[in-house]
Nanobody
Framework: QVQLVESGGGLVQAGGSLRLSCAASGLTFSTYRMGWFRQAPGKEREFVVA????????DYADSVKGRFTISKDNANNTVYLQMHSLKPEDTAVYYC????????????WGQGTQVTVSS
């Protein structure tokens, strides 16, 4: 069974940093990309960033460009999100997602980890 487990969320002051991790297990297919989404209370889920599993190419939302960095560890099926210069508007539940080869969209999701940025 495919499982994505996020960790590293917490409470941080504005301007601070946080590093999220997501470990995927039970994979019986090839990964196309992994990424991060977030959802604030009362808001729709939004795309944050994704990384191509083979090439390492990245795609960042404008709202986090220059502040967040995604990285990966292919051998351990793990993706990271390094967040700097955090703002209160970054407060959300952050979800890890995996898009497998041969499908049109992200296929699997983690349980989410809370990131709270205080002002």
């Amino acid at each position: 069974q495919v499982q994505l487990v996020e960790s590293g969320g917490g409470l941080v002051q504005a301007g601070g940093s946080l590093r999220l991790s997501c470990a995927a297990s039970g994979l019986t297919f090839s990964t196309y990309r992994m990424g991060w989404f977030r959802q604030a209370p009362g808001k729709e889920r939004e795309f944050v960033v994704a990384i191509n599993w083979s090439s390492g190419s990245t795609d960042y939302a404008d709202s986090v460009k220059g502040r967040f960095t995604i990285s990966k560890d292919n051998a351990n099926n793990t993706v990271y999100l390094q967040m700097h210069s955090l703002k209160p508007e970054d407060t959300a539940v952050y979800y890890c997602a995996l898009h497998k080869r041969g499908t049109p969209q992200f296929d699997y999701w983690g349980q989410g980890t809370q990131v709270t940025v205080s002002s």
